[in-house]
């Protein structure tokens, strides 16, 4: 696998990884030892440049790996240098302005299915796996969790509910952390709120002034915030 660059605590490589017929492009970062666990990380939605690169990904798999995580961030099809259909911005905008969804968006579960069984395949079975979503990446979670898996922990980062379809994680028994910005466009606070009341335990949900929904200045807290979170979950005994 090429190497995209390291320095004395994190190494980061290309790797690819099938979603249907299509081949995608990933970038895998660790640290020296033995990993305590692998996370996947599934990205805003690419109308709205939506890519492995955005701040919060690779904040998220950088900071992550550095905490003695491996880490999985991903490119949609037809996004950078992943194979698939380009993404019409042009024909595609309008549609999703009005409606916030594109009829391509249940090919993006597809891709998060298959950077998860990427990961598992890295890892192993006997490293535990959890799943991370930033905006629309969070409404994709559902469909890529293996069936009858409710031991994989869930992280929520400016969840789009109100926008997207959250109405799976409702039944969902897998523990849940839920970051939530005040001040959030891409989210309506009573729904939210609603239906963080609806969701099966165990669940928690975090909420604080993060520059809206982007969290620009945020990165450092928000990596310290997930990894604790993830460090609990898997704590002997939690």
């Not at 017929?21 to 109308?47: E, F, M, T």
């Not at 690169?53 to 998220?60: D, F, G, P, T, Y």
């Not at 916030?100 to 990961?119: C, F, I, K, N, Q």
């Not at 890295?122 to 799943?131: D, E, N, Q, Y």
Request: hydrophobic share 40%; aromatic share 10%.
């Amino acid at each position: 696998m090429p190497l995209l660059w390291l320095n004395d605590s994190l190494t980061v490589e290309t790797v690819c990884f099938a979603s249907g017929v299509y081949q995608l492009a990933g970038a895998l970062a660790y640290s020296d030892g033995s990993p305590r666990a692998g996370v996947v990380i599934a990205g805003p939605h690419p109308l709205l440049g939506g890519s492995k690169e955005n701040n919060i990904v690779r904040a998220l798999a950088d900071g992550l790996a550095a905490r003695g995580f491996v880490t999985l961030r991903f490119d949609y099809k037809g996004v950078g240098g992943s194979e698939g259909p380009a993404v019409d911005t042009a024909a595609h905008l309008a549609e999703f302005w009005q409606s916030s969804r594109t009829l391509d968006d249940p090919e993006r579960a597809e891709d998060l299915r298959g950077a998860v069984e990427h990961m598992r395949g890295i890892v192993g079975r006997g490293v535990p796996l959890a799943i991370v979503g930033y905006s629309f990446g969070c409404s994709l979670i559902p469909a890529a969790i293996p069936e009858g898996d409710s031991e994989t922990p869930l992280v929520l980062v400016a969840p789009t509910v109100g926008r997207h379809y959250y109405t799976s994680f409702e039944t969902l028994p897998n523990r849940k952390f839920i970051i939530a910005p005040h001040d959030d466009f891409a989210a309506d606070a009573r729904f939210l709120r609603e239906w963080f009341e609806r969701m099966a335990s165990p669940k928690l949900l975090l909420q604080r002034r993060l520059d809206g929904h982007f969290f620009r200045g945020h990165e450092d807290w928000l990596v310290a915030s997930v990894g604790a979170f993830l460090e609990d979950a898997w704590s002997p005994g939690t």
